[in-house]
């Protein structure tokens, strides 16, 4: 069961933008998000916006899918240049799910070659897609890099069957060091995510899987804690007493140990989850998150995907709208013409602050202390004193997490969000 959506003000039917999205839009950045809802199976743990590809038909089916996100792109540009938005040509563009290589290569590179034609894609631009290691081919992959697409991700999650069989994933793990390597044979750069907290893991399991995403040699890898949101099926699991959830202390071992093993191995965190190797003097970061964390603008594609556009504007510091999420009803509205959106929200100076303060303090680069309010700038001491904030980083005005304060992050946001 996917999340409900967030509430919020209607959107209006043609998508129009306030007028003050284009103050300070020239300095902002700009990517496109493309949400694929579709997967094979749904995972246990999962609630994202997905279905597997037999649930729908009609205008939402796999097939159609490709057109019906294309004609969202087209509503997207002539909405902005309804606006007055500057014309920026798109930094990063992400492809996430679902599955989205669930769709045929040629599809994907439809979907980005409308992004091309719309805004233009900037010099070097990265382009990325999430994908099973159940759902390429060297061919697959070969199309989507003459495409443009210059990234994968892929969901490897554990190295460990039994953790994987927990996880309902799909893939053989021992297919890693093959897709990793079609990938990089066919020019992408190839990133691998990980979970670590699963019913039933130990940190022997943990650490094997780790090191076989080491032992690909790939520049990038995500390590997310297991979150169980309510409404899904290890949830129930869960409620009934099937599977046992880890400890705090537990995750918080299986972090420090991901943490020096990948530092270890050339690989440095720039963000709480997220590490990255520096190649040829190129940091190999996922920039389009850095560029949803840092606070640029994104036009998301797809049902319930989110959209934010910023202000420089005081008292109106941006604005964000979402999607319908099922399918079927997102390509009914799109193809009467209507905007596929279902509310939005127009963030204030404080609800801005909350947002800066919370992703930038999860950034390796942290965060200027004159964002800070006063009262929350005489608390950092406090955290320096207690080992979550980096003592030297705040002689010189920046609040930026240790070790330590990474793994009680949430703690210190709050503490300096007043």
Request: aromatic content about 6%; overall charge negative.
């Amino acid at each position: 069961m996917s999340p409900a959506l967030p509430e919020g003000d209607p959107a209006p039917d043609d998508g129009a933008l306030p007028a003050w999205v284009t103050a300070g839009a020239a300095d902002r950045g700009f990517g496109v998000y493309l949400h694929v809802p579709f997967c094979t199976v749904r995972c246990g743990y999962c609630d994202f916006n997905t279905y597997t590809a037999s649930e729908l038909g009609g205008g939402a089916s796999q097939s159609s899918y490709a057109t019906t996100a294309l004609s969202e792109i087209a509503f997207a540009a002539d909405v902005m240049d309804r606006a007055g938005l500057p014309a920026r040509e798109v930094a990063t563009v992400f492809v996430g799910g679902g599955t989205p290589t669930l769709l045929p290569a040629g599809d994907l590179a439809r979907m980005l070659d409308g992004v091309r034609a719309a805004w233009g894609l900037a010099p070097g631009a990265e382009v990325t897609t999430e994908a099973n290691p159940d759902s390429v081919t060297p061919a697959s992959l070969q199309v989507l890099a003459d495409a443009g697409f210059t990234r994968v991700s892929f969901g490897m999650q554990s190295a460990v069957p039994s953790v994987l069989a927990t996880l309902e994933r799909t893939h053989d793990p021992r297919r890693i060091p093959d897709v990793v390597r079609w990938a990089r044979e066919a020019g992408l750069e190839v990133s691998l995510d990980l979970i670590y907290g699963t019913p039933g893991e130990s940190l022997d399991d943990w650490r094997v899987s780790v090191e076989t995403a080491l032992a690909t040699g790939v520049d990038h890898v995500s390590a997310y804690a297991l979150v169980v949101e309510q409404g899904t099926k290890m949830a129930a699991q869960v409620r009934r007493g099937e599977l046992a959830l880890p400890s705090e202390d537990d995750q918080a071992t299986k972090y420090e140990l991901a943490d020096d093993l990948l530092t270890a191995a050339g690989l440095e965190w720039y963000e709480v989850s997220n590490w990255a190797r520096t190649v040829d003097g190129a940091p190999r970061a996922c920039r389009h998150n850095l560029a949803y964390w840092r606070g640029d603008d994104w036009w998301g594609i797809g049902p319930g995907a989110h959209s934010y556009m910023g202000s420089d504007e005081p008292g109106t510091r941006g604005i964000r709208w979402w999607n319908v999420k099922h399918p079927l009803r997102y390509a009914k509205m799109l193809g009467e013409g209507h905007s596929p959106a279902a509310g939005r929200e127009v963030l204030d100076d404080a609800s801005a602050q909350l947002e800066r303060v919370m992703l930038g303090l999860r950034l390796r680069e942290g965060l200027d202390l004159s964002v800070l309010s006063p009262p929350a700038r005489q608390r950092v001491a406090v955290h320096v004193a207690n080992e979550l904030l980096d003592g030297r980083s705040a002689l010189t005005g920046r609040a930026v997490l240790t070790r330590k304060g990474r793994l009680l992050a949430d703690t210190v946001v709050r503490d300096l969000t007043d």
